[in-house]
């Protein structure tokens, strides 16, 4: 008897089936050779020779016959089942004790054949529309008996090796029968939900995979259309084109693909379509790719300032330093510049000229009366009207990653409950920071460390500190005349007579005529109101060339008062005759510098001291310095403000006035009303004073000095440390004025007489 281990499959009595001869062989103790008897063991679990134990072999085997050796396969037919009263197992050796189990035939043979019959028909009517059917047709009609069926088809059944062994078991055919049955058609049927789930799976991949080759031929023929006609092109698709051909980084691109698939889902008719198309339409616009930087000619750039600005020579200077910077380093940005200075000093059009000498675009952004930081940041896309802020709007409208951003008017941002503008500035303009920008509205970054920001302000005063500290302060002063004259020679006429259509032969405006427009038509620091004066010039003109009455129009000054239709500004001039206790100071002003009166007068009374002309916090602190000033240094006149009452005027009344520069002209007014001493009124001055009697530096020297000039004086005291602010004086101003630099108080009343003239020491 050789026994042959089998894993799994189910050997029924009275089946003939082919094995593998060279599997039988190794299973085996010997050589199998037709006519040898075998024994059929069923393992409880697959496990290699040697590894097989007593406890792994059900009890229970099928007996067999080998009838024939036919090449590589050998046919077996199985006789008997049979029980296994002792197992002992050696590597191949076994040592069985055993006795045939005979089985209950309680069902009739024509049933069995007919259940037989049955289950090998539901069998190919499966296989019907298989690849197998031809095969396993003639396969199949070569079983004749149930226990063929099911051994031949065991390895297919959907059951457990405990419910094939359950089978084996079984004594009664009837109802080994009902199990087999069972079996059998419960794996058919599993089998045909399986097939059913692949053949629908297949038909959807099929599905899938032909709707994707017709959509890549469909976007591939509609590509070729768009191309030959772009305007039917759908939203859609212009957005797919655009993010495409963008450049943007991996994060922008990430976020405008996502707003794109929501757009698609949404459709036309969802009421977030045009929110959805807003943002693609602003993220698809901006530039995001680098652009390279342009050759930088200094000399071009030094000729553009030069030929569009008059003046400005530290200014401009300044700016070809930073470009020339630029070049050096091959970066598309430098320093953040501010210019503060008076309206209509050029601090805006200056912007456009370095757009201009840089070959960039120009973009100006207002800030002033900011008050929401989302106007600086944008709004967050949850917003109904979200926007974007007025930096990335500004970028959009400069169709370029590095053009010149001015940004106006940086003094005037409003700090509320609103939030506060000045502090979202602070990573616009940090050099570490806007590298990765964020609008709230885009919420993706933006690279902003190629734009060349240039900031304008009126004044310092109202900026907050961090943001100061992230530019570098250039001052605009005022022009003075000859530079007004230049100016308005040189740009603003020509550019005034372009707009209003007047040629060269229709009007000339004498020399004398610009001179009397700029010295008594305007009062300004810088040109703004000359250019409205002109342009009005120039409407007037044109009204006589139309109407015919005159083919050339010349103006002079004496015709000005008729054409502006308005009365020349009253400046205030050096009084013709001098009094004690009147002085004249310099003081500055947005418009520019002026001159301001000092007016001083003692009444009877207890010794009051009265204020008057509106004067701020500051002068009235100046005021009382001055006043103990004047006791310390004249004690013998002491008595004077204790008998008397003071009155300090400063006209005009109706003008506030405030700033730390009059100190020095309140107690020379003080020190001449109290020793009776006039002071020529060709004599000005400027500077705070302390109580140890120094003269203190100001600001605004520039402005302060062209005022003196224009108002008729000839000598000006000015504090020793402001002396090299000196160099930003327009030399004609410096050639009309003597300019003193004083130290102390007692300086300026020796040099104006006061002590000298009293007898006193100098204090």
């Known amino acids: 008897m050789i026994y042959i281990p089998y894993y799994n499959v189910l050997s029924l009595p009275d089946v003939s089936c082919y094995y593998q001869l060279n599997y039988l062989n190794s299973m085996s103790d010997k050589t199998i050779s037709a006519g040898d008897k075998v024994l059929f063991l069923m393992l409880k679990s697959n496990k290699k020779e040697g590894e097989i134990t007593a406890q792994d072999i059900y009890p229970i085997a099928t007996r067999g016959i080998v009838e024939s050796i036919e090449g590589e396969w050998a046919l077996v037919h199985t006789t008997t089942r049979v029980n296994l009263d002792s197992i002992q197992v050696q590597g191949k050796h076994y040592q069985l004790e055993m006795r045939v189990r005979p089985d209950v035939e309680d069902m009739d043979p024509e049933d069995v054949k007919k259940r037989f019959h049955k289950m090998r028909s539901d069998m190919l009517q499966e296989l019907e529309g298989t690849q197998w059917l031809m095969g396993a047709r003639n396969y199949v009609m070569r079983w004749q008996n149930m226990n063929e069926l099911v051994t031949f088809t065991s390895g297919m059944l959907q059951i457990s090796s405990e419910e094939k062994y ?47 080759a017709l959509r890549k031929q469909i ?221 709230h509205y885009m919420n993706v970054p933006y690279d902003l460390s190629d734009v060349l920001f240039v900031c304008t302000a009126n004044t310092t005063d109202t900026i907050p500190e961090p943001l100061l500290n992230r530019m570098e302060v250039i001052s605009f002063p005022g022009y003075s005349m000859v530079e007004k004259f230049q100016i308005a020679k040189r740009h603003l006429l020509p550019k005034a007579m372009e707009k209003a259509g007047i040629t060269e032969e229709e009007l000339t405006v004498t020399d004398d005529a610009l001179r009397c427009v700029i010295s008594d038509y305007t009062m300004e620091a810088g040109v703004r109101g000359l250019k409205s004066r002109l342009d009005t010039l120039c409407r007037a003109c044109a009204v006589t060339v139309v109407s015919g009455s005159q083919e050339h129009v010349a103006i002079e000054p004496k ?170 004086v327009a030399e004609e101003v410096k050639q009309a004025l003597e300019i003193i630099p004083v130290h102390r108080v007692s300086d300026v009343l020796e040099k104006t007489g006061i002590l000298r003239d009293c007898g006193q020491e100098a204090v």
């Open 559 to 728: 015709d000005l008062r008729s054409l502006l239709e308005v009365s020349p500004i009253r400046h205030d001039r050096i009084l013709e005759t001098k009094n004690p206790g009147i002085v004249t100071g310099l003081a500055w002003t947005q418009a520019g510098g002026e001159i301001l009166f000092i007016e001083t007068l003692f009444t009877k009374g207890s010794g009051k001291i009265m204020i008057t002309g509106q004067l701020g916090d500051v002068m009235k602190e100046s005021v009382q310095i001055a006043v103990s000033l004047v006791k310390s240094m004249f004690p013998d006149k002491a008595g004077l403000f204790e008998e008397n009452d003071l009155h300090i005027h400063v006209p005009a009344g109706a003008v506030p006035k405030d700033g730390p520069s009059a100190g020095i002209t309140l107690t020379t007014a003080l020190a001449s009303l109290v020793n009776g001493k006039a002071v020529s009124p060709e004599l000005a001055m400027t500077g705070e004073v302390s109580l140890r009697g120094v003269v203190m530096p100001i600001g605004g020297l520039p402005e302060k000095l062209m005022a003196a000039q224009r108002a008729g004086v000839k000598r000006v005291f000015i504090p020793e440390e402001n002396e090299d602010d000196l160099m930003d």
């Open 219 to 439: 976007d591939f023929l509609q590509k070729e259309l768009d191309k030959l006609h772009p305007e039917n092109m759908t939203d859609v698709q212009k957005f797919e084109q655009k993010i495409e051909e963008s450049g943007m980084n991996e994060t922008a691109r990430a976020e405008a693909e996502k707003v794109l698939n929501r757009m698609k889902q949404e459709g036309q008719e969802s009421h977030e379509y045009g929110m959805l198309y807003d943002y693609l339409d602003f993220v698809t616009s901006l530039q995001w790719k680098k652009e390279a930087p342009a050759q930088i000619d200094l000399a071009e750039a030094r000729k553009v300032l030069d030929g569009e600005h008059f003046g400005l020579k530290k200014t401009k200077e300044r700016i070809i330093q930073q470009i020339a910077v630029m070049a050096l380093n091959q970066k598309q940005s430098g320093s953040i510049l501010l210019f503060v200075g008076a309206p209509g000093t050029g601090k805006t059009s200056i912007g456009q000229s370095i757009a201009k000498a840089l070959k960039r675009k120009y973009v100006r952004i207002s800030l002033g009366g900011v008050r929401d930081e989302a106007e600086i940041r944008g709004h967050r896309r949850t917003y109904i009207g979200a926007m974007p802020g007025r930096i990335m709007d500004g970028i959009k409208r400069s169709g370029a990653s590095n053009p010149v951003v001015v940004l106006d008017e940086v003094d005037k941002l409003v700090r509320d409950y609103a939030g506060d503008p000045s502090s979202a500035l602070l990573e616009v303009l940090d050099p570490e920071q806007n590298a990765t920008f964020t609008d």
């Open 166 to 212: 359950a089978i084996l078991e079984e004594d009664s055919v009837a109802k080994r029968t009902e199990m087999m049955e069972k079996a059998f058609h419960e794996s058919l049927e599993l089998y045909k939900v399986n097939n059913e789930a692949k053949t629908a799976q297949e038909q959807s991949h099929e599905q899938i995979y032909r709707e994707q």
